[in-house]
């Protein structure tokens, strides 16, 4: 899915430093398999490789903040053309746990590649990491000419402009055709109230009340449930509080909300308008509405209950819940699964998902010092960057997951079906979609030399994925994808810091310190206000807002401020 993601939901800034010792990672030579007949991508200018590049077998470890559960160790067939093309393999340490990167930065011993998302401070202040600066220079053309006018992006501060971290989270020159999030309704529920206008919570709350009052059990005899939450770890941020500032009219800056015009961050929880918002969880928690597991259930109960068709409204992104989505597709329940609408606290707010960061930087991959021969790893990357890797990446293998014709790749209906209705399994078997994050690319909307997109995520294209069930509705509103119940990006201006959730804090500071005290606050306070009374709940909100003064919140924002001024300086060139 390439939905617009609430990136910033993710482990955010720093995790505290524990002290730890892990087993040391290493890269080794490994015995060469047979190489199968090169693909051809049909780009006239093809992979600028390195004339030297060094593709014998070599395996590097590599350890990832985020989880894939569908990696499947590179022998999925994109995995596989990889190495073939580069000679790497990677042997990849997913951090289920959330201490796990924090322990890794600690021990001294590092993999050989770093993705830590917010945490990629800690191995930069620990001097874990090599300044690639010169590396790119020397290996990677088809890097320079992906990152191009964005350079300044890359540096790590006005400091230090080493780079230490090549972006691979954010697509360049992207731009989204589609939404995946945050408020969606089971389609049923949607054409029983008779497609009604949804533009608030009271809209969407309606919508809920209404089919659930008609259906109180599912057909085979379950509950049903009107809204479903997930506090489970750090998914409590995308799935009940990052959405107070979606529908409040901010964009997507973490935990912080940032002035446009002063740049002034504040804690987002102390904005006043998302305090309704949590009075109108509150609500529905009150009149029966809100799962009441939904603060004490794991992620893996959550799905189940949304793959039995049981869940009316989810408010999550799609990819959180997309096992869920592919198991009712199996099961014939299209009914059952959901459309993605623009939802406000009223209808004057207007909707600032889609306003533009321009190309962020940030979260990506860093090569520590203990890695040996480090010019591989940046001409493997080197190779991703290049149009016949962006093909590969994005759409396959010519003649097997997709065709050209008339000039045009087209992806085969046989194919398509199997990426549509049975997503997880297509990912782990072809390689398709799992590699995005782990190496450097252009965004949706970009095209090649020969006028194809690099990505797979554009109208036509996207529009095939949708059900029958998903037309139908779309169809009803008048609308063609789901991104059009937004407000457009050409209605904003790209905000010149573009995301204050990839800031890089340092791990030392006191707005890391200071975060790491706000957080556990956070995360314990808001269930208890949305499980309280009406009658209780300004009380504890009051209380919960005198908390976090009194753990230098204020001065959380100062230090904000500060850092979010600095990368305006930054990459403005200044």
């Not at 090599?130 to 890097?143: A, E, F, R």
């Not at 998302?274 to 809100?290: A, S």
């Not at 529009?463 to 457009?488: H, M, N, R």
């Not at 909100?541 to 930054?570: C, G, H, P, S």
Request: glycine share 8%; with cysteine; aromatic share 10%.
């Amino acid at each position: 899915m390439k939905g617009k993601v609430l990136k910033g939901t993710s482990l955010l800034l720093a995790s505290v430093m524990l002290v730890g010792s892990l087993a040391a990672c290493s890269s080794k030579e490994e015995d060469k398999k047979p190489a199968d007949e090169t693909d051809k991508t049909n780009t006239a200018e093809n992979t600028a490789e390195t004339p030297t590049a060094d593709k014998s077998p070599i395996t590097y470890t590599m350890l990832a903040a985020d989880p894939s559960p569908d990696w499947n160790q590179m022998q999925d067939e994109v995995g596989k053309r990889i190495t073939e093309k580069t000679g790497i393999t990677l042997k990849m340490d997913f951090a289920t746990d959330a201490n796990k990167v924090a322990l890794v930065a600690a021990s001294g011993e590092y993999p050989d590649i770093i993705s830590a998302k917010g945490s990629s401070n800690l191995f930069v202040d620990a001097g874990a990491v090599l300044d690639l600066t010169d590396l790119i220079d020397q290996y990677g053309p088809n890097l320079k000419k992906v990152y191009g006018d964005y350079w300044n992006r890359l540096k790590w501060s006005n400091d230090d402009r080493g780079i230490y971290v090549i972006p691979t989270y954010d697509g360049v020159g992207n731009t989204y055709f589609d939404a995946g999030g945050a408020f969606s309704l089971q389609h049923q529920a949607v054409e029983e109230a008779g497609f009604p206008q949804i533009k608030t919570v009271k809209d969407y709350e309606k919508v809920i009340a209404d089919y659930v009052a008609k259906h109180p059990t599912t057909a085979d005899g379950k509950k049903t449930l009107g809204l479903s939450l997930l506090a489970d770890d750090w998914r409590i941020m995308i799935s009940v509080t990052n959405p107070a500032f979606q529908a409040t009219g901010a964009s997507d800056d973490g935990e912080i909300y940032i002035d446009p015009k002063t740049y002034q961050a504040t804690f987002h929880y102390r904005r006043l308008e998302e305090k309704e918002y949590f009075r109108w969880l509150n609500h529905m928690n009150d009149i029966g509405l809100i799962d009441p597991e939904s603060f004490v259930q794991k992620e893996d109960q959550y799905k189940a209950k949304i793959a039995q068709g049981r869940v009316v409204g989810v408010i999550d992104q799609k990819w959180g819940f997309q096992s869920s989505i592919d198991s009712l597709k199996k099961e014939g329940k299209n009914a059952a699964t959901y459309g993605f609408y623009s939802v406000q606290m009223d209808d004057k707010t207007v909707d600032h998902t889609f306003e533009p960061t321009g190309f962020m930087g940030g979260y990506g991959l860093m090569v520590s010092k203990d890695a040996k021969n480090p010019e591989r790893i940046i001409q493997m990357l080197d190779y991703l960057a290049s149009d016949e890797g962006q093909v590969l990446v994005n759409w396959g293998i010519e003649g097997k997951h997709y065709n050209v014709e008339n000039g045009k790749r087209v992806i085969p209906q046989a194919v398509q079906d199997q990426k549509t209705n049975d997503a997880s399994n297509f990912h782990k078997a072809t390689g398709i979609g799992l590699y995005n994050n782990y190496g450097p690319h252009y965004g949706d909307g970009v095209q090649d030399s020969t006028g194809n997109y690099f990505t797979t995520n554009f109208p036509e294209q996207i529009q095939k994925t949708y059900s029958e069930e998903d037309k139908k509705v779309l169809a009803a509103y008048g609308k063609t994808t789901w991104k059009d119940f937004y407000p457009s990006e050409k209605e904003f201006e790209a905000k010149p810091w573009g995301a204050a959730w990839n800031l890089p804090v340092p791990s030392d500071s006191d707005a890391n310190i200071i975060y790491n005290k706000l957080t556990p606050i956070v995360r314990k306070r808001i269930p208890e206000i949305i499980l309280s009374k009406p009658s209780e709940f300004d009380a504890k909100w009051d209380a919960f807002m005198a908390e976090l003064d009194k753990n230098d919140v204020k001065k959380y924002e100062e230090e904000y401020t500060k850092y979010i001024q600095e990368r305006v300086n930054l990459w403005s060139g200044k």
